[in-house]
């Protein structure tokens, strides 16, 4: 069973450009939550999403920033325009169905690079 | 608001020395508790967990955490510190079960020779 996998693993962007980021989760994980990790900090709750909804997206940004986790294929997260401070080392991580003792497990991350 | 302090930014060990990492939560209820490490450009390895139960629990590479209602604490512990521990550490909570996590800001943990 593999793991959550994330790519790519580094993405350089000049400023005003996009960034995708991609998030697929272990199988059989139907929630999956978006971080970010600026420099020298902790992680920071962005999202959280289950398939085709958005639960709670309480850390998003308000410009720029947009999820989605469609029905099929991966989980993307898409920064519009970005700009310095968006560069960050962005963590996806997936739990299983129900609310019980959850537990998330984390990727790789992708590590985003604005110039 | 819920939030998660780790007091300690920086810690310095000898190797085998032992290893207390501390963490306090804020939070009316039990929250889920986590810790977390992290090795430099990678992603995060659960240590372990504790939902409920025996408050004193066991993870993995010879770390266990125990829980404090009273002092609304979470405490890392390692007998032996071996150097390939070094690496940063997060304490994480999980308040409304749900598998979203308020994180600490980490403590990066030094092994000297």
């Known amino acids: 069973n593999a793991g959550v996998m994330q790519n790519p693993r580094h993405l350089v962007r000049r400023r005003g450009q996009e960034a995708r980021l991609r998030c697929s989760p272990m199988?059989?994980?139907?929630?999956v939550y978006w971080y970010r990790q600026l420099p020298e900090e902790g992680l920071k709750f962005m999202v959280y999403?289950?398939?085709?909804?958005?639960?709670?997206e309480s850390g998003m940004p308000k410009e720029r920033f947009s999820a989605e986790f469609p029905k099929e294929g991966p989980s993307i997260l898409r920064i519009q325009q970005v700009v310095r401070g968006d560069s960050a080392a962005y963590f996806c991580?997936?739990?299983?169905?129900?609310?019980?003792?959850?537990?998330?497990?984390f990727g790789q991350g992708t590590r985003l690079t604005v110039v | 608001a819920q939030s998660v302090t780790q007091p300690d930014i920086h810690i310095t060990v000898s190797e085998g020395a032992s290893l207390e990492l501390r963490c306090n939560y804020s939070?009316?209820?039990?929250?889920?508790l986590f810790w977390y490490v992290q090795s430099p450009g990678q992603g995060l390895q659960l240590l372990l967990k504790?939902?409920?139960?025996?408050?004193l629990v066991q993870g993995i590479k010879g770390f266990e955490a125990e829980f404090k209602r009273s002092q609304s604490s979470f405490n890392l512990r390692k007998p032996s510190v071996h150097w390939s521990d070094a690496a940063e550490y997060f304490c994480?909570?999980?308040?409304?079960?749900?598998?979203?996590?308020?994180f600490g800001q980490g403590t990066t943990l030094q092994v000297k020779p």
């Open positions: 991580a997936s739990s299983p169905p129900g609310t019980l003792d959850t537990e998330a497990f």
């Open positions: 199988k059989g994980h139907s929630h």
């Open positions: 999403l289950q398939k085709e909804n958005i639960i709670d």
């Open positions: 939070y009316g209820a039990t929250p889920y």
């Open positions: 504790y939902f409920s139960g025996d408050t």
């Open positions: 994480a909570v999980d308040t409304s079960n749900t598998g979203k996590l308020i």
